[in-house]
């Protein structure tokens, strides 16, 4: 973040134009060099400056990433990935370069044995964390820029077998497990939107449901499987179907 300089607005605005001139052709460390270096040649009275520890600037994205509306989970991954860098990387964030991030990728992949797609996740994170305070003015340069995505290899996921679905289905205890498996397998629904789904998100006429998932989402599922609709659609043979806005238990 720019120290401010008192009584001198248009002074710290060409400041500003300066390093966003040159930040094109200088490193990160470069240009807090060139910051300081300007700073103390033109600034009469420098503000003190308010050190901000790796911790607060960590609550500080996960406050506002909470404030955009991430899931609890969301906020809480965020949390563990970051804290384990900070834990790792011993150093105050402002001088974090890509050469240490880069070491710490390649050294997270090795200790924890885990594919390409594991530490592709764990960049975008830390990626998202460096980009807020970039953002925000905290720090002049994200050194996660130059750490491009990490190619994977994309394979195809075998399907479940008709087979498969009748062995699951016959292991079921109950009626209502029989339907949630006939749920899952006929909609594609997720199964933390089919674990918090009500009674009153169902329409058993239509045969459809809507439900709150993924990133506070809502969709429509429609049932085009005949063994579900035998499975819901008959509160005779169903003890766990009841009146009002009760879960499916």
Known sequence: MLVSLKGDINMEEK???????????LT???????Q???????????????????DEFLKMFLDAKRIEGCSDRTIKYYRVK?????????????KITTEMMRAYLVDYQKINNCGKTT????????????????????ILKSPMRRIHKIKTQKTVKNI????????????????????MIDLLYSTGIRVGELVKLNIEDIDFSERECVVFGK?????????????????TNSPVRHPWRVQGNQPLD
């Open 15 to 25: 400041i500003v134009l300066v390093l966003n001139e040159m930040s094109e052709y």
């Open 28 to 34: 990160v460390e470069q240009m807090k060099k060139l």
């Open 36 to 54: 300081e270096v300007i700073v103390k040649t033109f600034a009469e009275n420098e503000a003190p400056k308010t050190e901000i520890s790796n």
């Open 82 to 94: 970051i804290e384990h860098l900070l834990k790792n990387v011993v150093s105050p964030i402002r």
């Open 119 to 138: 530490v592709d996740n764990i960049r975008r994170n830390i990626s998202s964390f460096f980009s807020w305070l970039e953002e925000e003015d905290y």
């Open 160 to 179: 479940i077998s008709d087979e498969e679905i009748e062995k699951l289905r016959d292991n079921c205890k109950n009626i209502r497990d029989t339907a």
């Open 215 to 231: 990133g506070d989402k809502e969709r429509r599922y429609v049932e085009p499987h005949s063994k579900c609709k035998r499975q």
